[in-house]
């Protein structure tokens, strides 16, 4: 992940969020451009190293993602609270590196952050704590913008990257020439594809292999053979 890391590694100013927000699927694009290779046709234990390997990456690019975002909420905050030095002054820098480093808690509440961002700056001696959390929350909303814009498109590789690999799973979990044994291995990687096309974020859960644990041994139902005919019985002879 050297490119797609060093695009995020660079975000220090509000300078490089702004060219990160100019182009976020760069970052995506660095990702598939990095991925370990996966072969069609192997084994089924190189096949599911391949792909373990594939999710390590795609799901460290993801926390990488988070990690830079509590850097560009820190950075935000700072230049707007900057704006009004008693606001500055409200809000210690211990206290600001809780509500960055958590802000993904507030994604889906951000009045709860204004809130507590609003009992900090009073605690503080703010003369407007009101105005610092309409501040933090505005930081918090851009932040968590650049975030799904950068996770979009990774969550999208993802899917595509899983939809890619059903096919020669499917296949082998019902070719009957391999044993129940390894075509219940097939069988339970082709679920575990599947619900990682439905839900991306699946792969940020815990590595595949504990993923595949998960699974209940079974087998996909074979496809029902033709019925063979006298006329085809005539000729095979």
Same mark, same amino acid.
């Given at each position: 992940m050297?490119?797609?890391?060093?695009?995020?590694?660079?975000?220090?100013?509000?300078?490089?969020?702004a060219d990160l927000e100019g182009d976020p699927g760069a970052y995506a694009q660095a990702i598939s451009d990095e991925l370990p290779t996966v072969s069609a046709g192997q084994p089924y234990a190189a096949q599911q190293a391949d792909l373990e390997a594939r999710d390590h990456a795609l799901a460290t690019a993801l926390a990488h993602v988070d990690a830079t975002i509590g850097r560009v909420m820190r950075i935000r905050l700072d230049h707007a609270l900057a704006s009004d030095?008693?606001?500055?002054?409200?809000?210690a820098p211990t206290?600001?590196?809780v509500f960055t480093s958590t802000l993904g808690k507030y994604a889906h509440d951000l009045?709860?952050? $204004?809130?507590? #961002?609003?009992? *900090?700056? %009073?605690?503080?001696?703010? &003369? =407007?704590?009101?105005?610092?959390? $309409?501040?933090? #929350?505005?930081? *918090?909303? %851009?932040?968590?913008?650049? &975030? =799904?814009?950068?996770?979009g498109p990774v969550l999208e590789l993802v899917r595509d990257l899983a939809k890619g690999a059903l096919p020669d799973v499917q296949r082998a979990a019902i070719d009957r020439k391999r044993d129940d044994a390894e075509?219940?291995?097939?069988?339970g990687l082709r679920r575990e594809l599947e619900m990682v096309v439905a839900r991306p974020e699946q792969i940020t859960t815990a590595p595949l292999t504990k993923r595949l644990a998960a699974h209940p041994a079974e087998l996909d139902d074979l496809p029902a053979e033709p019925d063979v005919s006298f006329a085809d019985l005539i000729e095979m002879d």
């Amino acid at each position: 992940m050297g490119n797609a890391r060093t695009l995020l590694d660079q975000v220090h100013s509000l300078a490089r969020i702004a060219d990160l927000e100019g182009d976020p699927g760069a970052y995506a694009q660095a990702i598939s451009d990095e991925l370990p290779t996966v072969s069609a046709g192997q084994p089924y234990a190189a096949q599911q190293a391949d792909l373990e390997a594939r999710d390590h990456a795609l799901a460290t690019a993801l926390a990488h993602v988070d990690a830079t975002i509590g850097r560009v909420m820190r950075i935000r905050l700072d230049h707007a609270l900057a704006s009004d030095p008693n606001a500055d002054a409200a809000i210690a820098p211990t206290t600001r590196n809780v509500f960055t480093s958590t802000l993904g808690k507030y994604a889906h509440d951000l009045p709860l952050l $204004a809130q507590r #961002v609003r009992d *900090a700056a %009073a605690r503080g001696g703010s &003369r =407007d704590p009101d105005a610092v959390g $309409a501040l933090a #929350v505005e930081a *918090a909303r %851009a932040s968590l913008a650049l &975030r =799904d814009a950068l996770r979009g498109p990774v969550l999208e590789l993802v899917r595509d990257l899983a939809k890619g690999a059903l096919p020669d799973v499917q296949r082998a979990a019902i070719d009957r020439k391999r044993d129940d044994a390894e075509r219940t291995k097939w069988s339970g990687l082709r679920r575990e594809l599947e619900m990682v096309v439905a839900r991306p974020e699946q792969i940020t859960t815990a590595p595949l292999t504990k993923r595949l644990a998960a699974h209940p041994a079974e087998l996909d139902d074979l496809p029902a053979e033709p019925d063979v005919s006298f006329a085809d019985l005539i000729e095979m002879d």
